[in-house]
């Protein structure tokens, strides 16, 4: 990078991870019950208040959502999939900052990711990947080298560009585990054909 | 966009065209696990998961002795997917390392780093192979050291531990480096909830005696001992060089001690003239080569020094463990 090309490599890299972390931190949210228990985090994934989080964080139909800089929403569960344990939030918002979304296929073992998530306010954890799983060809897993708590379910998992490659979902073994992208967005092709969501605007925002 | 046309999901954002510090350093490091990957294999030997190992030489592997708990029946699962039958060349429970014999001189021999070129906090990744795919952690070297003896007794030439979470696999696993050469044999058996990494050095050793002769020759007198504090008056008096000597609190019946007449409750203080304060010093005496051979144990009976000769015998190691 030019702007860095003075600094060592090292110091380039923590300097990167700053902003990388401030990227994610925009679109990462805290998902709470509405008496006030934290059930964990999600993605904001169109402008217009659409938020993808676990299907099993949204024990509350009514969920109320923090989203960075732009206050607190309550939200409303427009799509529920507990196969692929995820569920699709929309809020009373517009103009809010989207994820850019990753290619989950990119990604091959070793490859640096990090997760962001509301375990106990905002952590941040680097690693890297240990494993992807795939079905038909199809990422469907990406298991990661990150240490992940409760909270960080329904948080992204993130490539060096920022941009969303999973959902994290659980930890296994103590893996990360989250859900890859491509099963995110045919959950979400999914919950467009249904009819659950329309977009005035279109998702690949 | 209607809800009513699936062609309104994301597409993906393309990568930005300067590619950063961080995006280089993560395709190094995921190019560094595909190099290294060619070389290591998922070793059929256990029920539950495979185990990994790391191609040496062509048609040779190596990997931790704990993973394997069968010896018959060993198959190895190559990167290339195909399966190749294997024997048990020998294991050395000391130090962790198990060498198994392919049925074909087949694989891809990994890449080595210098010896010796570990540094605390230089990059290192985990690699293990327990299925189909290679699998990868990453972490620092968090310390390095002189050579030490593992609980077992086995030699290990350099001290290196990594920072770095074990995952299923990564016993009999690669560290390797950022540039994909190998640094160390990984092991879980080596210390309790610690990822240690066995020095190649160590490997290139134990491999070479257990294709040579099956199994690492260590000696063996037949003595349990306990560290004590020497009394002052006897220490000045013998110009001893050590304030500790190893008291015998148990001697096995038959063994090379019983039979050159050691007594419970004598102190040695040295072997074959090496001073001796801790067990695993007087088990680094009884070295290999010592087999067969007399050493003279210089106790402390009543005492005054005697020097008793005793023939080191080759310890038993049970191939179970």
Redesign the interface.
Known sequence: MDSTSFLSPALAAGLELDGLAALVRGYTVQIASRNGTALGSGVVWHPDGLVVTNAHVVRDPRPVLSVGGAGEFEGRVVAHDARRDLALISIDAAGLVAAPVGDAESLRAGSLVLALGHPLGVALTLGVVHAVTTTRGMPRYIAADVRLAPGNSGGPLVDTSGRVVGINAMIVGGLGVAIASTVVRAFLRDAARSGAVSYTTPLAA | ??????A??????P??T??????S???D??????KA?HSLVAIHARRRIPSTGVIWRPGIVVTAHHTIQREERITVTLADGTSVGATLAGRDPTTDIAVLRLNSEVGVPIERAATGAARVGQLV?A?GMPGP??????GVVSATGGEWRTWHGGRIDQFIRLD??I??GFSGGAAIDASGRMVGLNSSGLARASAMTIPLATVERVAEQLLTSGRVRRGYIGLGVQPVRLPAGVVAAHALPREVGLMVVSIEEGAPAHAAGISLGDVVVACAGEAVADPSELLAALTGDRVGTSVTLRVLRGGAPQDIAVTVGERQTRSDR
């Open positions: 966009m209607s809800a009513s046309n699936p309104s999901t994301p597409a993906s954002t990568a930005p300067t590619p950063s510090v961080l995006q350093l993560s395709d490091l995921a190019a560094a696990v595909a990957s990744l690699l795919a290679v699998t990868a952690a990453l770095l979470a995952y299923d």
